[in-house]
């Protein structure tokens, strides 16, 4: 059912936005300097809020730098137990570069861009140990919680497509929509203390079945962006 809203959302903003639109728009309204927020961010595993400042120096070609605080934990859509969830803390950094095509009527609607981008977050992770246990019989006294920080950084490269409309005749106000596709990096390791041996980490499939190790895997990046030029 999110998905239906997303979908319908985005298709009354392209409508609205396609009236805001200009045949042949003059340089000076193409140009500039503007900044967004992306509004899909809020809704990563690793989310939070976004800005982005793109400098348009030509119709053609633009640079663009956007940088994400990250404070939402994806183990906060899952029954994880205890006062350590959410606890995700950390920062994204994706410079790019980007091409306007002409198109039709020559509205630089069209973009390809290449980016780069660099993740670090630290969260706490709930360990569970036994203390007391007898090894014979398999008894223990109580089951000990301990919070162990782990730290994920994340580098990355990926190609991109999209269109950025405005929704006034001015060209002042933005809405953006991308999808792209590259390859990552992840790491993942404890900062300081690593659990005690004979701990274990609290059974959720649900939350674990889709939590990836370090190592490579595909990127996907996507955009639903909102601004102003100034």
């Known amino acids: 059912m999110k998905q239906l809203y997303t979908i319908l959302i985005l298709c009354l903003l392209v409508v609205v936005s396609l009236k805001g639109q200009q045949r042949g728009t003059p340089d000076s309204l193409l140009t500039g300097v503007r900044i967004s927020t992306n509004l899909l961010t809020l809704r990563e595993p690793d989310g939070g809020i976004s800005l982005a400042l793109e400098n348009r120096y030509t119709k053609e070609w633009s640079v663009l730098v956007e ?59 709930e360990w569970i140990h036994r203390e007391g246990e007898n090894p014979n019989n398999g008894t223990f006294n109580y089951e000990k919680i301990t919070p162990y920080d782990k730290v994920k950084t994340i580098i990355g490269t990926s190609g991109k497509m999209g269109l950025q409309f405005y929704f006034d005749p001015r060209h002042k106000f933005i809405m953006e929509l991308y999808v792209g596709l590259g390859i990552k990096h992840r790491k993942i390791k404890f900062k300081d203390e690593v659990p005690i041996y004979g701990s274990y980490l609290e059974d959720n499939d649900g939350y674990f079945f889709d939590t990836l190790e370090s190592g490579w895997n595909i990127n996907i990046p996507m955009g639903l962006k909102v601004g102003y030029r100034f």
Do not use: C, N
Request: glycine share 10%; charged share 30%; no cysteine.
């Open 67 to 125: 940088g994400t605080w990250i404070f939402i934990d994806e183990k906060s859509d899952f029954g994880l137990r205890g006062q350590y969830t959410p606890k995700a803390k950390g920062f994204r950094i994706r410079p790019e570069i980007r091409y306007y095509m002409p198109g039709r009527g020559h509205k630089y609607k069209l973009f390809f861009a290449q980016e780069i981008s660099y993740k670090r977050v630290s969260y706490l992770e």
